[in-house]
Every structure is written in C-alpha cells, then in structure tokens.
C-alpha cells in the first residue's frame, strides 16, 4: 500500500494542501514566490507536491523542479522554511513518525534541484 492510499488519498491530501497552503503565504519571506502564480495553480502545486510524495496516482508533465525553480532564486533557509511547514502539517494531519521522516528525506532529495545555485 502506498502512503497515498494508507492516508486516505485524495481528501486527505487535500486538507493537508489547504493548511500548508495558508501556511506559505502567512510567510512573508514565502509570499513574494507566489505572488504572479494563480491561487488554483498553487493548490495543484502542492497537491501534486504531495500526491506524488505519498505514490498517489499522478501523472506530472510539467516542467522540471530544476526548470521551475532555479529562475526563483530560492536560497536554502526559503528550502529549509518551506520543508519545516510541511512537516508540521504531516504531523498536524496525524501521519505516523515514521511516514512523515520518510516524507521529509524525498522532500531533502529534491533540494539540489529547488535551491538556486549559481
Ligand atoms: C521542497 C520541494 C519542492 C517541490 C517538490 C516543488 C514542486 C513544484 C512543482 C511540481 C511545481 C510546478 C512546476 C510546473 O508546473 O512547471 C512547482 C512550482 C513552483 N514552486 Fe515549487 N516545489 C518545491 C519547493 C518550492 C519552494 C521551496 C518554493 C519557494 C520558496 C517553491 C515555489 C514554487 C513556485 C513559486 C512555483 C510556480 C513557478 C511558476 O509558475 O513559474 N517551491 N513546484
């Protein structure tokens, strides 16, 4: 069973997006990323996000996190706050111990293409 399927699947994914979401823009060293991105955009942004962490049924075929990313500039502390709301929404949201460090060592992996380097 994936992580999808054993916390529940869409609904699930769907409030942990809505929380994570608020939980950006509450950010204001988050806020200006998302500043030109529609508020639909962001929500499949994170659910994707999420869905495809968890082995959810999605098919991505957008740009690389490389492409998407590294024209943000995001320096590693925006990676790092970004990566540490996610996890208090996991935890928030009841997934097990566990679930959520392997959760977070997916999330770490994509960091060398999410940070911008020169
Ligand atoms: C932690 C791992 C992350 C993953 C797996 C991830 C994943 C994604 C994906 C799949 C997209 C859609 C790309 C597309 O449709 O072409 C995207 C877009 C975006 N991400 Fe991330 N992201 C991550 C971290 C971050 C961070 C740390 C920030 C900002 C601090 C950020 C800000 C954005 C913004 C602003 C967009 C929209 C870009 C645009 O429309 O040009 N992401 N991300």
Redesign the pocket.
């Known amino acids: 069973m994936t992580l999808y399927e054993k916390y529940g699947g869409f609904a699930t994914i769907h409030t942990i997006v809505k929380e994570f979401y608020k939980d950006?823009l509450a950010e204001d060293?988050?806020k200006p990323?998302?500043a030109?991105?529609s508020m639909d955009?962001?929500i499949?942004?994170?659910t994707?996000?999420l869905s495809?962490?968890l082995g959810g049924p999605i098919q991505?075929t957008?740009?690389?996190?490389r492409?998407?990313?590294q024209?943000?500039r995001?320096p590693k502390a925006?990676?790092d706050?970004?990566?540490q709301l996610?996890q208090e929404n996991l935890e928030d949201a009841g997934v097990e111990t566990d679930d959520v460090q392997t959760i977070m060592e997916i999330?770490a992996s994509?960091?060398p293409?999410?940070?911008y380097t020169d």
């Open positions: 950006l060293d988050l990323y998302f030109r991105v955009f962001l499949q942004h994170q994707d996000f495809q962490l991505y957008g740009r690389t996190l492409e998407a990313h024209v943000l995001i925006h990676f706050l970004v990566a996610l999330v994509t960091l293409d999410i940070v």
